[in-house]
Nanobody
């Protein structure tokens, strides 16, 4: 059973930092790209960052480039999101995500329960 569990969210002042973690199980982590998404109230869920299976390639939303860093530890089946220079507009629920291929090459998206990040003074 695929499981993704986020942690590390909280309340932080503008300019502060947080590190989100996502613990995974139930699939071959080292073979799977991982992503972080976020969803702010009244807005659609958006991709924040993605990292390839071995960590050699990363992609970021323009809004977080230079401030956020995605990383992974394949020995621990963990993915992280280091968030620096946080802004109020970063306030959202952050979700860990992976897409896995099942029978007949059908892909399935898996999500964690999310962790709330609030940036406010």
């Amino acid at each position: 059973q695929v499981r993704l569990v986020e942690s590390g969210g909280g309340l932080v002042q503008p300019g502060g930092s947080l590190r989100l973690s996502c613990a995974t199980s139930g699939f071959t982590f080292s073979s799977s790209a991982m992503s972080w998404y976020r969803q702010a109230p009244g807005k659609e869920r958006e991709l924040v960052a993605r990292i390839s299976s071995l960590g050699g390639s990363t992609n970021y939303a323009d809004s977080v480039k230079g401030r956020f860093t995605i990383s992974r530890d394949n020995a621990k089946n963990m993915v992280y999101l280091q968030m620096n220079s946080l802004k109020p507009e970063d306030t959202a629920v952050y979700y860990c995500n992976t897409v896995l291929k099942g029978p007949l090459d059908i892909t399935y998206g898996y999500w964690g329960q999310g962790t709330q990040v609030t940036v406010s003074s």
